[in-house]
């Protein structure tokens, strides 16, 4: 990532785009906790201390930019906190950072967006007021839940945020007839998907695509300083034993293979699976198929914010007819296949308006391929 070496800001804008910045670093290092980003700034806009969230029990970034502050000598009674999402007010694995502004001896925070977490849900604002602050929130909102949009939807309504990727032809084909897709798309594409997966919680994939594709579903063409879980829906507990995404150095409890039959039908196997360090969940829906929405409600229940889909279009088609999924990722290649697999198997329908119907929030080159963004209309 590019160095921010800020020493001065010239106004709160400029502040806050500066803590937003900071806040990006925490991706792939936060989970389950959110990505924020702090900086404290003094007169003149001096930046007298930055930090953003560490990992889980570690400093949060208000913590952070004071110890900042701190090593450089700096004091900052009567300066101004800039942070990313409300200063949490419970006490958790750490303190509460609305008392560690307070005792420092600012004067001014200002929150982009204030936590939804029912423990803070405006109490860290509200403490930092009765204790003669003054507090502010909602410069660059948008931007802040955008960074969290896993951890707000997680805090809501228990479930993660849905992104499926897809990587497709320009006649939206994801494999040849005979099942061939690698690489549909080019290198810039590949590790842009990589950065999309540092990003989850969890990554997850289909029995389908572990049989045809073995693939190992962890991070590798960007930096992270944390590995995904890895996530299989596999309905008669189907993973071979062998497959790449089982092997070392995945360590015990990375990986979830959700199942529609008890463990007990398939002990041998089961048994040869758990002695990996993967773990059985057996939550069985209709027609001996897992139940899709129980699993998001398990993940949400694990602490995952974002979950990454990379299946194939059977499972990606079960996941929209279902309503599950928050935001799709396609990677278009400027190439047409022909016959071959499609991205979802969703339909038929009779009439257009029965067709699931999305709006873009993105549309970016990488390289010689085209990332389009879409959520639900």
């Given at each position: ?6 020493t ?9 785009r ?11 290092l ?7 980003g ?15 969230t ?64 029912p ?18 929130v ?6 802040a839940r ?9 805090m ?36 842009d ?38 996530v ?34 398939k ?39 974002e979950?990454?889909i990379?299946a194939?279009?059977k ?6 007819r279902?309503?599950?999924?928050d ?7 400027p ?10 198997a ?20 990488m390289?010689a ?9």
């Amino acid at each position: 990532m590019p160095e921010l070496s800020a020493t001065q800001l010239t106004d709160d804008l400029s502040a806050m785009r500066h803590a937003l910045a900071l806040a990006e670093r925490a991706i792939g290092l936060s989970d389950p906790n959110p990505r924020v980003g702090c900086v404290i700034v003094g007169t003149g806009g001096r930046v007298l201390g930055s930090g953003h969230t560490q990992a889980a029990g570690q400093a949060h970034a208000e913590v952070m930019a004071l110890r900042d502050a701190q090593a450089k000598g700096h004091d900052v009674r009567g300066a101004s906190a800039f942070v990313t999402l409300e200063p949490c007010a419970h006490q958790g694995r750490t303190p509460p950072c609305c008392d560690a502004l307070i005792s420092a001896g600012l004067v001014r925070v200002m929150a982009a967006i204030a936590d939804p977490n029912p423990l803070v849900a405006g109490q860290g604002m509200a403490r930092m007021a009765a204790a003669g602050m003054q507090t502010s929130v909602g410069l660059l909102a948008d931007e802040a839940r955008e960074l969290n949009i896993g951890f707000f939807k997680r805090m809501q309504t228990g479930r993660p945020f849905v992104r499926m990727k897809i990587a497709a032809s320009l006649d939206g084909r994801t494999a040849l007839s005979n099942g061939a897709s690698q690489w549909i798309t080019a290198a810039a594409a590949r590790t842009d998907g990589h950065a999309w997966r540092r990003r989850a919680g969890a990554v997850l994939t289909g029995i389908g695509t572990l049989r045809d594709d073995n693939p190992r579903l962890d991070v590798r063409l960007v930096d992270t300083q944390r590995q995904p879980l890895r996530v299989v829906i596999d309905s008669r507990l189907e993973t071979p034993a062998d497959a790449r995404l089982l092997a070392p150095p995945s360590p015990p409890g990375q990986v979830l293979i959700y199942c529609a039959l008890d463990p007990k039908a398939k002990a041998d196997h089961a048994a040869a699976l758990r002695a990996t360090g993967a773990e059985l969940i057996s939550l069985a829906g209709p027609q001996v198929k897992v139940d899709l929405a129980a699993v998001l409600d398990d993940l949400g229940r694990r602490g995952i914010n974002e979950l990454h889909i990379e299946a194939g279009h059977k499972l990606n088609g079960s996941l929209l007819r279902e309503g599950l999924v928050d935001e799709l990722l396609v990677y278009m290649a400027p190439k047409l296949l022909g016959d071959g697999l499609g991205i979802a198997a969703v339909g038929p329908f009779e009439s257009l308006d029965q067709v699931l119907n999305w709006r873009w929030v993105g549309c970016d080159m990488m390289g010689a391929d085209l990332r389009l963004r879409a959520r639900p209309a």
